[in-house]
């Protein structure tokens, strides 16, 4: 049974794109109090189905497929640049497809403005109407206001007029970055983008026996299974091991392994390979929030993913590419020492370089060191830094990783950092191997 919330959610999922709507209202219709409605919208809001804009209120976005979202819609925009919207509120819902800086003559700046276009402007009125004639909306810079003329024709053609107190310069620059940090959000690969759905999932009741499991393993070959309750809801797993020796007539229900791991739909790619190492487990049941199986992955999915992630075309940079760019690798094939300049941005406020670029650089240090003796991809299991010198910036470092223990699962790797020929840092790092 769906709860209140997730029936909201669900009625949410069902309104037209562009609708408004209120706590009220849906407090109304769906006979639940404002408190459970406003927390349900929050939580619509969080999954990118609603926008709040201040002085319009909520409405009903599209939401965007993984590959489509670094569009934006201009209820988007409106809160990334802090906006008013002084016309056209019917088609804040809209994506934009680019946006277009209008810093040129009439004529030549239409030549660019084409329909799903975002025009910023400073207080140029010809330009507004002309704009949105040509099927684009307007963001005025500087705080300027538009025409009633303008105002009327957005509302008319359901085009955005949007006001933001900001110049033109910061403007573009807080929309690129919006896009920018959408498409780092693409890059991270979630479970929902890997999972063997519920409808190919193959899954054993608690009511079943040994016989079924062996029947079921005699069609699909694999090594476990979920089990789950008449709601499935998941309830346990059971593996190949578990019914090794028994009788044909044994319940799963007394074999299984109760309370097993799960994720969500919603859970990092990276977290559940985590998750999978530590606890030596090779199939993980997705569930939604209250339990009920949506599907499975298997640690073949999850390590493929990671290795299909690593050769895709990078397009957003995070803090640990730009610890990256600035590595290069020093001496032979069989030497791993790592050269790294600090860039002012990997610095603190004293100009020393900080403990998160530090980090980073020694975590990317000792997975190159794993990676040239062939033991592929890996996690950092902990970390001890117990030297430290402050380095100031421009300077170059050399960061020199030794591996002190290898096991199956586990390596450890203590790190020399030099700079000058002065040692300024040690550090001890424990790495969990993701095995293939």
Not at 366 to 391: C, H, Q, W
Not at 407 to 433: G, H, I, P
């Amino acid at each position: 049974m769906a709860t209140k919330h997730e029936k909201i959610i669900q009625y949410i999922e069902t309104l037209p794109v562009g609708d408004k709507i209120s706590v009220r209202q849906i407090a109304k219709d769906m006979a639940v109090s404002e408190g459970t409605a406003y927390r349900a919208i929050k939580e619509a809001e969080n999954r990118r189905l609603v926008s709040t804009i201040e002085r319009v209120g909520t409405i009903r976005i599209e939401k965007k497929k993984k590959e489509n979202i670094e569009r934006l819609t201009f209820a988007e925009i409106v809160n990334i640049v802090d906006g008013q919207v002084l016309g056209g509120k019917n088609g804040l819902h809209k994506t934009l497809t680019k946006f277009v800086i209008g810093a040129m003559k009439l004529d030549d700046m239409m030549r660019y403005t084409d329909a799903g276009s975002l025009l910023i402007v400073g207080n140029r009125a010809s330009t507004h109407t002309n704009a949105l004639q040509a099927g684009a909306a307007v963001l005025i810079t500087g705080g300027f206001e538009a025409t009633d003329e303008a105002k009327a024709l957005a509302d008319e053609l359901e085009l955005p007029i949007i006001s933001s107190s900001y110049d033109t310069f910061t403007v573009a620059t807080m929309i690129n970055r919006a896009i920018y940090d959408q498409l780092i959000k693409k890059e991270i690969l979630l479970i929902e983008d890997i999972v063997v759905q519920i409808e190919d999932t193959s899954y054993l009741k608690s009511t079943d026996t040994v016989a079924d499991f062996n029947e079921l393993n005699s069609k699909t070959t694999h090594g476990g299974y979920p089990v789950v309750d008449k709601q499935k809801k998941t309830v346990g797993i059971v593996t190949s091991k578990d019914v090794i020796g028994k009788s044909e007539l044994e319940s799963i229900d007394r074999l299984m392994t109760r309370n097993p791991i799960t994720v969500t739909m919603k859970t990092s790619v990276a977290t559940a390979g985590h998750r999978m190492i530590w606890e030596g487990i090779d199939l993980l049941p997705v569930t939604d929030d209250h339990g009920i199986l949506q599907g499975v992955v298997s640690r073949q999915d999850v390590l493929k993913a990671m290795q299909m992630a690593q050769r895709q075309p990078q397009h957003g940079e995070t803090i640990d590419d730009l610890v990256k760019n600035e590595m290069k690798l020093d001496g032979d094939e069989d030497d791993a020492t790592v050269e790294f300049t600090i860039t002012p941005q990997m610095t603190n406020q004293f100009g020393a370089i900080s403990y998160g670029a530090l980090t980073t650089l020694l975590v990317e240090a000792g997975s190159t060191a794993l990676k040239r003796t062939k033991r592929g991809d890996s996690v950092v299991e902990n970390m001890t830094i117990y030297f430290m010198k402050p380095v100031q910036m421009e300077k170059t470092i050399q960061v020199v990783p030794k591996i002190l223990d290898m096991s199956r699962r586990f390596v450890k790797v203590d790190f020399e950092v030099y700079s000058d020929d002065v040692l300024v840092c040690k550090a001890l790092v424990t790495f969990q191997v993701l095995e293939r």
